[in-house]
């Protein structure tokens, strides 16, 4: 049991959480709780805790009991004093803020004090940001629930019960690990489609193209070049939205290796980020020389969720993982570029996380791996350079096609070359400011390490 100042520490933080959700709820005008009462709840809840190291654990449920047996009262005199209460909204935020309260004060005593904060910081939010998730709820229809369930069932119901082990050959099929992936690119993408549906299809010219590069750069590729077919006075907005979604997926690809493969990242994500300057530069001068763009539209969305599509992806995630494992095997290192500019054109995604994660595991060499990414990243632009050209014509090329090439002759020129020895995980830790960090992170270490035993 904790003593001395830190159990001050710990009330005082107890008292401030109190505080916090009680001037939250004084200003919602709440009739039974509001700034002073919410604090003395939560003192309530830790000096239950604090007896229960003299009188047992019974202590903290006679509290809780007792609380609750106070609310009830208080909402019974609150009916009666409004009538019947036949035409009120009974409502139930108070008394479960009350009790989460209590509960709250009680475990900053006993539990870890940066939990209790979180919980009760986010409580505080969800209180406050009353009408805007209302009206979040309002703009959600079946469609988008059906797709939230469609990822709940991915995430949540298949994911746990898939075996975490290798099949089949080369042990590149290991089905947890596969649909991890999946559940990781249905996320970002869902994550888009959800924004997408909130703030509905007339978005600006930046946002349209964050999130046709979330979602997907291909299809926005197509779409707007269709928009800048049937109107020219649109092609720059259009040639915009899509330079910024294709610098998004880019961003996408070097996050993906960052998850998925964290010890290799830095040597296998360097040279695509310097690729990704001239997308950055030809993106900003696009989106600072149409002054007068008209607001982005984007199409109709797809659920991106779809249990048929996440099983695709799946599928084609594990024959890309065999393709290389094969090709790497069977005609050497060479062969992966074949494999890399081929899958680059299906799905960058599975290129890139397949690759990484061989990287990672040891069995490709960093400077394949991110070759054979980046090949097949240049791949994947070099065909929505060739789509544009051909629904977009003229007027749409002018403007992206200068921004891809840069592109790609800066990609080309990495490949030739930059050094196959780069290491620079190894060079970070010769340079003077992240060498004394890495020594600061290894004492600390090794203090937390002898008070621990």
Known sequence: MIEGADTFQRLAVALGLGLLIGSVRQKARNDIAGVRTYPLITI????????????????????????????????QHKLKANGDGADQ????????????MYALGAYTMLGNLAVAVCVGASATLLIHFKHPLHALI???????????????????VILPVLPNRAFGPYDV??????????????????????VYRVFGAKIGTIVGGILGGLISSTATTVSYAQKAKASKSVARSAGTVIAIASTVAFVRIIVEIFVMAPKVALDVATPLFITLIPM?????????????????????????????????????YTAISFAVAATKDLAGDKGLYVVGAISGLTDVDALTISTA???????????????????????????KGVTLSMIGKVPLSKFVL?????????????????PEDANLAKFMKQVPVFSKLGSAKQVSQKDASQRTE
């Open 44 to 75: 309530f809840g830790s000096i239950c805790a604090l007896l229960v190291k003299d009188t047992g654990p019974w202590m903290a449920g006679v509290g809780l009991i007792t609380l609750a047996m106070m609310l009830f009262i208080s909402n």
């Open 89 to 100: 909204d009974p409502g139930l935020t108070t008394e479960v803020s009350i009790l989460l």
């Open 138 to 156: 309002r703009k959600i229809g079946d469609k988008d629930i059906h797709a939230i369930m469609q990822f709940v069932l991915i995430a949540l």
């Open 173 to 194: 099929f290991n089905p947890f690990q596969t649909w991890m992936v999946v559940v990781l690119i249905v996320a970002i993408s869902l994550s888009a489609y959800v």
């Open 280 to 316: 950055v530069l030809g993106s900003a001068a696009l989106l600072i020389g149409g002054k007068k763009q008209e607001p982005a539209q984007l199409p109709e969305q797809e659920n991106p969720a779809e249990l048929k599509a996440a099983v695709i992806f799946a599928a084609l």
């Open 357 to 383: 994660q061989m990287a990672q595991s040891g069995r490709l060499e960093t400077h394949i791996a991110w070759q054979v990414i980046l090949l097949g990243a240049l791949a994947n632009l070099l065909f």
């Open 402 to 418: 200068p921004v891809f090439l840069s592109t790609a002759v800066a990609g080309g020129f990495l490949i030739f070359t930059w």
